[in-house]
């Protein structure tokens, strides 16, 4: 027991105190309602706030922090390190997470450059080995600036909102050259869609759109560890390439690639270059500069495909056989086979589907229209020295160009062809098929190639050149050139053959009606008539007139002259030597309003005179 004196006793001033549990003390009533005294508590009294701060330990002490510093406590992943790391399991990686603004303007050309953040999606997206789980890489809706974008590595798909939603611009500095999209080296199974890639006009020729570089694809990568497939099975959809300085979509090497809904505008090089066993479905190139499709690669599919307007920087360019500007052209050399069903080739400089030294190949249901807008002689459909072909199409001209195309069909040397073409030749200048077309004595087979153009009354139906077409009587004519010596009966020369002698007829003999129409001469005092010029002539008599004796007769000729009298009673006068015929006067007054009739007749037996044979009036 602790004995304390009075001295020691602290009594509460307050009589309403109260015995504090923990220290056995009295504290006054208004006190009572108070947290203790606390170091913790004096030391965040004394802290200094300020906005957005927040109040954390540190070194075991609370202490005023700002957003930096606990950004950085917090360790948010950084682009620069370890963001691959931290998002791998989340399998989406968004670029607007990373730092990407979707706020370029085409029109004052400005806005963010977003190569840093589009280069760490891809570090993020990267996988150590086929076993990694495999990640998309997210565009939402914007539009973005940045250099080309980093190769896509296996198993990645980029992806966007869909070509009017997201747009990815190629930025005029830094890395301008190559393409603008590509795989990286073994890359299988990429898959690039739901966008539009805008060249922004930067580069050179190699700045394409979109590269399926599948060259270096092996059965066998242990060292790479991504051997899956043999083929490279990349997969493109839903995507508008434009204003590139290189191609739009090309693809090499091996294939089973699947292109979808590609639209492929306004760039300098060829639309589409095709690789080996793949698939183009429901693409466009419009506004090429060289070819819309050029074939390059074996057994590849295009269905459904159209190209217009191609060969817009040049008709000759890249070294390509044949020249550029065509709708379709397979690569010269090329003899593996490809195959297009259902694509269109509309208003391209060259030819709408151009096949040189290539066979194999199959082509149904296709259309040529209006193409050679160049004028450089093209038909809808070319096949120069090319084999095996099977072509099924329609050409035709719908006059919408100043140039039009030549013909439906070319075909020179080559053999074992099986074409069907219809053509509706109504404005291309050599109809069906081209003058310099060889058929005769070929190995080709040329089926049903016919015009649609309207046919006109007696036109028949002719085979010519191998193929039948409608003919009008005059071509017709010509072709049989009819001779004196395919009449039967008829002596050669008709020069020689003696006239009949004392001829009898039995039966009816009906004679042609022939009218004559008068030749109008103008009134004179004296009319001198031109025999030579007809047998009837008519005359309106002003004043009183004579008629002189017609000159150039010929022996028995008639003639028929009409006067009216116009105003007045008009006296004509027949002049010598023309000789009257018995009850016949040299003068005729017509009266006004009437015709005076006069009928001649030219008579060697009188001495090469006119006689006048008649006169009246009415």
Request: aromatic content about 6%.
């Given at each position: 027991m602790v004995v304390k004196s009075f001295a020691q006793i602290q009594l509460p001033t307050d009589p309403g105190a109260v015995l504090q549990a923990g220290t056995k003390q009295y504290i006054?009533?208004?006190?009572?309602?108070?947290?203790?005294?606390?170091?913790?508590?004096?030391?965040?009294?004394?802290?200094?706030?300020?906005?957005?701060?927040?109040?954390?330990?540190?070194?075991?002490?609370?202490?005023?922090?700002?957003?930096?510093q606990v950004k950085t406590d917090l360790a948010v992943p950084t682009i620069a390190s370890d963001i691959g790391a931290a998002r791998k399991d989340t399998y989406v990686v968004n670029v607007c997470d990373l730092g990407a603004v979707g706020d370029y303007n085409p029109n004052t050309v400005s806005g963010t450059n977003n190569t840093t953040a589009f280069a760490a999606a891809i570090?993020?997206?990267?996988?150590?080995?086929?076993?990694?789980?495999?990640?998309?890489?997210?565009?939402?809706?914007?539009?973005?600036?940045?250099?080309?974008?980093?190769?896509?590595?296996?198993?990645?798909?980029?992806?966007?909102?869909g070509p009017g939603a997201t747009r990815i611009y190629r930025k005029n500095s830094g890395t301008t050259t190559g393409p603008f999209v590509t795989n990286t080296t073994h890359a299988r199974a990429i898959s690039v869609r739901g966008m539009t890639l805008d060249g922004n006009g930067v580069g050179d020729a190699t700045s394409g759109g979109v590269t399926l570089d599948n060259s270096a694809a092996l059965s066998t990568d242990a060292a790479n560890g991504i051997a899956e497939y043999y083929d490279a099975r990349h997969f493109v959809s839903d995507l508008i390439i434009q204003f590139c300085k290189g191609h739009g979509l090309k693809q090499t090497g091996s294939g089973v690639s699947m292109i979808q809904r590609?639209?492929?505008?306004?760039?300098?090089?060829?639309?589409?270059?095709?690789?080996?066993?793949?698939?183009?479905?429901?693409c466009d190139a419009g506004s090429s500069g060289f070819d819309g499709f050029f074939v390059a690669g074996p057994n590849s599919r295009l269905t459904s495909c159209k190209a217009w307007y191609s060969g817009r920087v040049s008709t000759s360019g890249a070294g390509v056989t044949g020249g550029t500007?065509?709708?379709?052209?397979?690569?010269?050399?090329?003899?593996?086979?490809?195959?297009?069903?259902?694509?269109?080739?509309?208003?391209?400089?060259?030819a709408g589907f151009f096949l040189s030294n290539t066979g194999r190949h199959i082509l149904s249901?296709?259309?040529?229209?209006?193409?050679?807008?160049?004028?450089?002689?093209?038909?809808?459909?070319?096949?120069?020295?090319?084999?095996?072909?099977?072509?099924?199409?329609?050409a035709w001209d719908r006059a919408a160009n100043t140039n039009h195309q030549l013909a439906g069909l070319r075909l020179t040397s080559g053999g074992y062809?099986?074409?069907?073409?219809?053509?509706?030749?109504?404005?291309?200048?050599?109809?069906?098929?081209?003058?310099?077309?060889?058929?005769?004595?070929?190995?080709?087979?040329?089926?049903?190639?016919?015009?649609?153009?309207?046919?006109?009354?007696?036109?028949?139906?002719?085979?010519?050149?191998?193929?039948?077409?409608?003919?009008?009587?005059?071509?017709?004519?010509?072709?049989?050139?009819?001779?004196?010596?395919?009449?039967?009966?008829?002596?050669?020369?008709?020069a020689a053959k003696a006239p009949l002698a004392s001829p009898t007829f039995t039966g009816l003999v009906t004679a042609v009606r022939v009218v004559k129409t008068p030749q109008t001469v103008s009134y004179a005092s004296t009319v001198t008539l031109d025999a030579s010029t007809g047998d009837a002539f008519a005359i309106t008599?002003?004043?009183?007139?004579?008629?002189?004796?017609?000159?150039?007769?010929?022996?028995?000729?008639?003639?028929?002259v009409e006067v009216l009298a116009s105003g007045a009673n008009r006296i004509v006068t027949i002049d010598g030597p023309t000789l009257l015929t018995t009850g016949l006067t040299q003068n005729l007054t017509i009266q006004s309003?009437?015709?005076?009739?006069?009928?001649?007749?030219?008579s060697s037996l009188r001495g090469s005179v006119w006689l006048l044979t008649s006169a009246t009036q009415g």
């Amino acid at each position: 027991m602790v004995v304390k004196s009075f001295a020691q006793i602290q009594l509460p001033t307050d009589p309403g105190a109260v015995l504090q549990a923990g220290t056995k003390q009295y504290i006054d009533a208004a006190d009572a309602t108070k947290q203790p005294l606390d170091s913790d508590l004096t030391t965040l009294a004394g802290l200094t706030a300020t906005t957005d701060s927040f109040i954390q330990s540190k070194a075991s002490a609370w202490a005023a922090r700002t957003v930096a510093q606990v950004k950085t406590d917090l360790a948010v992943p950084t682009i620069a390190s370890d963001i691959g790391a931290a998002r791998k399991d989340t399998y989406v990686v968004n670029v607007c997470d990373l730092g990407a603004v979707g706020d370029y303007n085409p029109n004052t050309v400005s806005g963010t450059n977003n190569t840093t953040a589009f280069a760490a999606a891809i570090t993020a997206a990267t996988n150590a080995s086929i076993y990694t789980p495999v990640v998309e890489i997210y565009v939402p809706p914007g539009q973005y600036l940045t250099e080309k974008i980093p190769p896509i590595p296996n198993r990645v798909t980029l992806r966007g909102a869909g070509p009017g939603a997201t747009r990815i611009y190629r930025k005029n500095s830094g890395t301008t050259t190559g393409p603008f999209v590509t795989n990286t080296t073994h890359a299988r199974a990429i898959s690039v869609r739901g966008m539009t890639l805008d060249g922004n006009g930067v580069g050179d020729a190699t700045s394409g759109g979109v590269t399926l570089d599948n060259s270096a694809a092996l059965s066998t990568d242990a060292a790479n560890g991504i051997a899956e497939y043999y083929d490279a099975r990349h997969f493109v959809s839903d995507l508008i390439i434009q204003f590139c300085k290189g191609h739009g979509l090309k693809q090499t090497g091996s294939g089973v690639s699947m292109i979808q809904r590609v639209q492929v505008f306004y760039c300098d090089n060829h639309g589409f270059i095709t690789g080996a066993d793949s698939y183009f479905s429901d693409c466009d190139a419009g506004s090429s500069g060289f070819d819309g499709f050029f074939v390059a690669g074996p057994n590849s599919r295009l269905t459904s495909c159209k190209a217009w307007y191609s060969g817009r920087v040049s008709t000759s360019g890249a070294g390509v056989t044949g020249g550029t500007g065509h709708g379709f052209h397979v690569q010269d050399g090329n003899y593996s086979t490809n195959t297009l069903i259902n694509c269109e080739a509309q208003d391209n400089a060259r030819a709408g589907f151009f096949l040189s030294n290539t066979g194999r190949h199959i082509l149904s249901g296709c259309v040529a229209d209006s193409n050679n807008t160049a004028n450089l002689s093209h038909a809808g459909f070319e096949l120069l020295g090319s084999w095996t072909i099977r072509l099924d199409g329609f050409a035709w001209d719908r006059a919408a160009n100043t140039n039009h195309q030549l013909a439906g069909l070319r075909l020179t040397s080559g053999g074992y062809n099986v074409i069907s073409v219809t053509a509706d030749d109504s404005t291309m200048a050599q109809g069906r098929i081209t003058s310099d077309t060889d058929i005769a004595g070929s190995t080709n087979t040329v089926e049903a190639v016919q015009s649609t153009g309207t046919p006109v009354n007696d036109d028949v139906v002719q085979r010519k050149a191998g193929v039948w077409t409608h003919r009008t009587m005059a071509q017709v004519k010509t072709d049989l050139a009819i001779t004196e010596a395919d009449v039967s009966g008829l002596v050669v020369d008709l020069a020689a053959k003696a006239p009949l002698a004392s001829p009898t007829f039995t039966g009816l003999v009906t004679a042609v009606r022939v009218v004559k129409t008068p030749q109008t001469v103008s009134y004179a005092s004296t009319v001198t008539l031109d025999a030579s010029t007809g047998d009837a002539f008519a005359i309106t008599a002003t004043a009183d007139m004579h008629l002189a004796s017609p000159t150039n007769p010929t022996n028995g000729q008639m003639l028929v002259v009409e006067v009216l009298a116009s105003g007045a009673n008009r006296i004509v006068t027949i002049d010598g030597p023309t000789l009257l015929t018995t009850g016949l006067t040299q003068n005729l007054t017509i009266q006004s309003g009437q015709v005076g009739i006069f009928g001649f007749r030219f008579s060697s037996l009188r001495g090469s005179v006119w006689l006048l044979t008649s006169a009246t009036q009415g």
